[in-house]
């Protein structure tokens, strides 16, 4: 998605067959025609200002549409990811863990919360550990409802060795229930 260029520059990318007005009614919305024109364009970014660009995107949708923050966390999680704010990328890929979850995209709920665990080890508030107990528990759960049992044992066994490594006896605890749960 491209916005914020001048119409000249527009005009003449959208010319090249480059990009394309986007599918929304605004007329400030632009799309790449091909992902790999996208992904040239990216790839030419420097390391920081790439990092800068996601973190600028996310702010300006929250800007823009507050309600993206409901509906759309996983746009968010991913721009927060990249921007580098491990902590908003963590609330954002929990959240977006647990919508696709009520949702019964269990998928793309397994990949929300396996950005949210990756990203976890990097916060240093202890004040997330029952977050990060529910991304845990979000994982496993869409993993078993899905009916791959093996998978979230090792889940499990994960949530354990967090648990262990952070010195949480009581997560620890929950995860060996549900270990003997799961394996049941």
């Known amino acids: 998605c491209m916005t914020a260029a001048p119409p000249a520059v527009l005009a003449l990318l959208e010319a090249a067959s480059l990009i394309r007005p986007g599918e929304s009614a605004s007329e400030a919305e632009?799309?790449?025609?091909?992902?790999?024109?996208?992904?040239?364009?990216?790839a030419g970014l420097l390391r920081e200002r790439r990092i800068e660009l996601h973190r600028q995107v996310a702010e300006a949708i929250l800007l823009v549409n507050p309600e993206a923050a409901m509906y759309q966390p996983a746009v968010?999680?991913?721009?927060?990811?990249?921007?580098?704010?491990?902590?908003?990328?963590?609330?954002?890929?929990?959240?977006?863990?647990?919508l696709a979850r009520r949702n019964y995209a269990h998928a793309e709920a397994v990949a929300n919360y396996d950005l949210a665990l990756e990203v976890a080890?990097?916060?240093?508030s202890t004040a997330?550990?029952?977050?990060?107990?529910e991304a845990f528990i979000g994982k496993g759960?869409?993993?078993?409802?899905?009916?791959?049992?093996p998978e979230?044992?090792?889940?499990?066994?994960?949530?354990?060795?967090?648990?262990?490594?952070?010195?949480?006896?009581?997560?620890?605890?929950?995860?060996?229930?549900?270990?003997?749960?799961?394996a049941t």
């Open 30 to 42: 632009y799309r790449f025609k091909h992902t790999l024109i996208q992904e040239t364009a990216y």
């Open 141 to 149: 759960t869409a993993l078993e409802i899905s009916g791959h049992h």
């Open 128 to 133: 997330l550990a029952p977050q990060i107990r």
């Open 152 to 182: 979230a044992q090792r889940v499990y066994r994960s949530m354990e060795t967090f648990a262990r490594e952070t010195g949480d006896p009581a997560l620890e605890a929950d995860a060996l229930n549900r270990l003997a749960t799961a």
């Open 76 to 98: 968010l999680a991913f721009h927060y990811y990249h921007g580098g704010d491990d902590d908003r990328a963590f609330r954002f890929a929990l959240r977006a863990g647990h």
């Open 121 to 124: 080890p990097r916060l240093a």
